[in-house]
């Protein structure tokens, strides 16, 4: 089964608003935990990532936290912009060819 | 840094031909690259791993007759899609780990291929 969960969208939000989209994952270790972004049309670019618990991944003012208690990494933006409309995916690698994906969360941000 | 690249980007083929897509890593070597495929609005799937001079490992329902694999060297892998269909439609997607840059987890993606079949 899936191993990753993620927050269904689809999100819209006005510009300069508060983002969450939230993660969770289940895993008998420690897996590094990232997220990915896709724009239309394109393939995934990795927007951050984080390798152990309590580790903070951030780029281009996207955070997320690696929670352990929680089994938790929500990825969260203090004010989006237009530019930020994508599908934001979260994924957990795994041993040998395994890499898990949640769904996709799609945002768009309105002026 | 790792980038991958794909081509081409968007392919329109006829039902019954083969089409292929080739996925390369520009500035690092790659032993092992995966491909996926992606349908509308929904999640990635991995279809198989691409493996540098041995036989690629494909994932459980996936035709390996169907969506042939080489990885003939350290920068290139290829996915055939052999006597294409429509259901083979699809956005196909392949990536590759680059432990130099981001460490040994971390997969790079291609910016993906359009394929749709008549």
């Known amino acids: 089964g899936n191993s990753v969960t993620q927050m269904e969208g689809p999100v819209t939000l006005s510009e300069e608003a508060f983002l969450t989209i939230n993660c969770t994952y289940t895993?008998?270790?420690?897996?590094?935990l990232f997220w990915y972004v896709q724009y239309p049309g394109e393939g995934l670019q990795l927007l951050l990532k984080?390798?152990?618990?309590?580790d903070k991944g951030s780029n281009k003012g996207f955070e997320a936290t690696y929670r352990k208690e929680t089994t938790s990494f929500h990825l969260e933006k203090g004010s989006v912009q237009v530019s930020d409309s994508a599908v934001y995916f979260c994924?957990?690698?795994?041993?040998?060819?395994?890499?898990?994906f949640g769904t996709g969360t799609s945002l768009t941000v309105i002026p | 840094g790792a980038v991958v690249s794909q081509h081409p980007s968007r392919v329109i083929c006829k039902s019954g031909t083969s089409v292929k897509i080739e996925c390369r890593s520009l500035?690092?070597?790659?032993?092992?690259m995966f491909w996926y495929r992606q349908f509308p609005k929904q999640s990635l799937m991995l279809m198989a791993t691409?493996?540098?001079?041995?036989?690629?490992?494909?994932e459980q329902g996936v035709e390996k007759d169907k969506f042939l694999i080489n990885h003939a060297s350290l920068t290139l892998s290829t996915l055939t899609v052999t006597s294409a269909h429509p259901e083979d439609s699809s956005f196909y997607i392949c990536?590759?780990?680059?432990?130099?840059?981001?460490?040994?987890?971390?997969?790079?993606f291609g910016p993906g291929t359009r394929l749709t079949v008549l």
């Open positions: 990536s590759a780990r680059d432990p130099a840059s981001g460490g040994a987890d971390t997969q790079y």
């Open positions: 895993a008998t270790g420690y897996p590094s």
């Open positions: 984080a390798t152990k618990a309590d």
């Open positions: 994924a957990r690698g795994g041993t040998g060819n395994q890499f898990y």
């Open positions: 500035d690092f070597q790659a032993t092992t």
């Open positions: 691409s493996n540098e001079g041995s036989k690629a490992t494909y």
